[in-house]
């Protein structure tokens, strides 16, 4: 199976990053999805049509001393847990 997953924007309010600690973010983000969705998992929304437009997913809490890394993953987990539904 391939998966091809398109992100046209991700909006995040108050986030003081740099430009360093965002492409981690990214990083982390992208990694931890690629492996969420690599499993075997089935998920009846990619059986349909294979098009997933739009994915309502969880607020996510982000404390003051997170580390990029582990926002990227909480990310990515709520966005698999939006496509699963």
Known sequence: ????????????????LE????????????GA?????SQKEVIPNLHNDGVVKKINSRPISIGKN???SQ????IAYSVYEGIKR
């Open 19 to 30: 430009a360093h600690q965002k492409a981690e973010l990214k990083s982390s983000f992208e």
């Open 66 to 68: 997170s580390a990029p």
């Open 1 to 16: 199976m391939n998966i091809n997953l398109h992100i046209d924007e991700l909006v995040m309010k108050g986030i003081g």
């Open 71 to 74: 926002i990227g993953k909480n």
């Open 33 to 37: 999805l690629k492996k969420l969705l």
